[in-house]
């Protein structure tokens, strides 16, 4: 049996397998099949926990197709509160493929993660050539790109309701100026001081939340002269606060969730060289 935790924030739902003790040996058709809300638990990603020597935890984001995520904003947020809750102590750190991330516990079901600096310069992005990451021309569409440890790209409209991103989220993801996809962030301007939000998620689709696109988000809009250095971002499954603050880093701060905990039987599970 493989022991989980079903996690969320702000309508971003992960399945948490603690893997510090024993490792899990899940590959990643298996890992898709646990994210697949027909078939398995169901969530936008996977987070597996290991064991890190400096911080209270490695963790790993796997999206819902079985590919790694360096960066999970709201994953970040939720592990934050888990391990404050194992820990006993509101301030833990937990190491990314991203680096190592200072989170908190706010409160009950509240966290912050400090993500770090935004990577602005288009080979940190990555595009595929040189280009102002202020204003990059997608199929016509004038896209702000930036890196928060995973790449994003936000394009500024009237109403994020009105556009179907099942259509154009998909074209833009993998377009041909992104060589490792892109994360798709369509963002309407409320005030100086908030935005609505919808993100197209890269190996995992349309979700309800998307911490690092969130930040992604602001980060470009502020960039373009749109909104302060702190804003409320607004997205289908809740309300996240992003501020990039002096020092340069990007704080999310937002609400978490556990939801249940649950086993799953290893036979259940695709054979493992389906993967």
């Not at 912050?112 to 997608?138: I, K, M, N, Y």
């Not at 409320?190 to 993100?199: D, I, K, Q, T, Y």
């Not at 696109?213 to 289908?236: F, Q």
Request: proline letters at 4%; hydrophobic letters at 45%; charged letters at 15%.
């Amino acid at each position: 049996m493989i022991a989980f935790t079903k996690m969320q924030g702000a309508g971003n739902d992960f399945v948490v397998i603690d893997e510090r003790g024993v490792p899990s040996g899940l590959q990643p058709a298996q890992l898709a099949w646990i994210a697949n809300r027909r078939l398995g638990v169901g969530c936008d990603q996977v987070i597996l926990l290991q064991h890190d020597g400096e911080t209270d935890a490695f963790v790993r984001f796997l999206n819902g197709d079985g590919t790694e995520s360096g960066a999970c904003g709201n994953g970040s947020r939720c592990i934050a509160s888990l391990l404050a809750d194992e820990t006993g102590r509101d301030a833990v750190s937990m190491r990314t493929q991203a680096g190592i991330l200072a989170a908190q516990r706010l409160g009950p079901g509240r966290a912050r993660v400090d993500l770090g600096a935004p990577r602005l310069d288009w080979q940190s992005v990555p595009l595929a050539e040189a280009q102002d990451t202020l204003h990059v021309a997608l199929d016509g569409m004038d896209a702000a790109c930036c890196s928060m440890g995973n790449p994003h790209a936000t394009l500024f409209i009237d109403d994020a309701d009105a556009i179907d991103i099942a259509t154009v989220g998909p074209l833009l993801e993998w377009h041909g100026m992104f060589p490792h996809g892109a994360n798709i962030g369509f963002a309407q301007v409320l005030s100086a001081s908030a935005l609505r939000l919808r993100v197209w998620e890269r190996g995992a689709g349309l979700t309800l939340a998307c911490g690092s696109g969130a930040c992604a988000a602001l980060v470009n809009a502020h960039r373009r002269g749109l909104v302060g250095r702190r804003a409320t971002i607004e997205m289908p499954g809740g309300v996240l606060e992003v501020e990039w603050d002096a020092a340069g880093s990007v704080q999310l701060c937002g609400p978490t969730a556990t939801v249940f905990t649950g086993t799953i039987p290893r036979a259940a599970l695709p054979h493992a060289s389906l993967s």
